[in-house]
């Protein structure tokens, strides 16, 4: 007796997963104008194909990556007077992925994919931050705490130039408090956004 095949049926789910998590890795380490759709496809065990009819193009799959990445409510929903710490808490944890800096840091090397990244920075990350941080000067706080966060990112993640560990925990002190002192309104940590009449 004969049995009927077993189709193998996609998990659009699953896929789709597979697809963001490989975007995510491959734009993080070769940056957008180097990773190619096959080149996501093949890490994510999926057909190129299917890549366009999910996300449409390049620039498209890029956008749903960061989006996909972006976690603020780790941070921004916790006690305001523990963002510093939580903030610093979080890059040093390995075991958390955080390819969003690395992301927008090299998109630069492609137009499009710049124009992405400083339109998902603004709407996503800018102003919900803003927001939950309130006045005065919001915004400046917002842009402040992105690219303190940033650059401790890059260089504690990507581009290790200090290796002793008393080091980096004095730069990881240094980040919490200075974020901490941000988020509280401090002005001394905002002297450089204030114009020249008001120095």
């Known amino acids: 007796?004969?049995?009927?095949?077993?189709?193998?049926?996609?998990?659009?789910?699953?896929?789709?997963?597979?697809?963001?998590?490989?975007?995510?890795?491959?734009?993080?380490?070769?940056?957008?104008?180097?990773?190619?759709?096959r080149e996501i496809a093949s890490l994510a065990g999926v057909s190129s194909t299917l890549l366009v009819k999910y996300y449409e193009s390049k620039a498209g799959l890029f956008e749903a990556a960061l989006s996909n990445a972006l976690e603020l409510e780790f941070i921004t929903s916790e006690d305001r007077s523990r963002f510093g710490e939580n903030l610093?808490?979080?890059?040093?944890?390995?075991r958390r992925p955080i390819t969003i800096p690395a992301m927008l840091t090299l998109s630069i090397g492609d137009a499009e994919a710049a124009a992405i990244s400083a339109r998902f920075a603004r709407q996503h990350i800018i102003k919900p931050v803003a927001k939950w941080l309130g006045p005065p000067r919001a915004s400046?706080?917002?842009?402040?705490i992105l690219m303190l966060s940033t650059g401790f990112i890059i260089y504690n993640r990507h581009i290790l130039i200090e290796e002793s560990s008393p080091a980096r925990a004095s730069v990881a002190n240094w980040l919490a408090h200075t974020a901490q002192a941000i988020v509280d309104g401090d002005e001394s940590?905002?002297?450089?956004?204030?114009?020249?009449?008001?120095?």
């Open 189 to 199: 940590a905002l002297e450089a956004y204030q114009p020249a009449s008001r120095r």
């Open 88 to 94: 610093v808490s979080a890059v040093l944890d390995t």
């Open 140 to 144: 400046a706080r917002a842009y402040t």
């Open 1 to 37: 007796m004969t049995t009927p095949a077993t189709i193998k049926r996609r998990d659009p789910q699953r896929s789709r997963a597979n697809i963001l998590a490989a975007a995510q890795a491959l734009f993080a380490e070769r940056g957008y104008a180097q990773t190619g759709l």
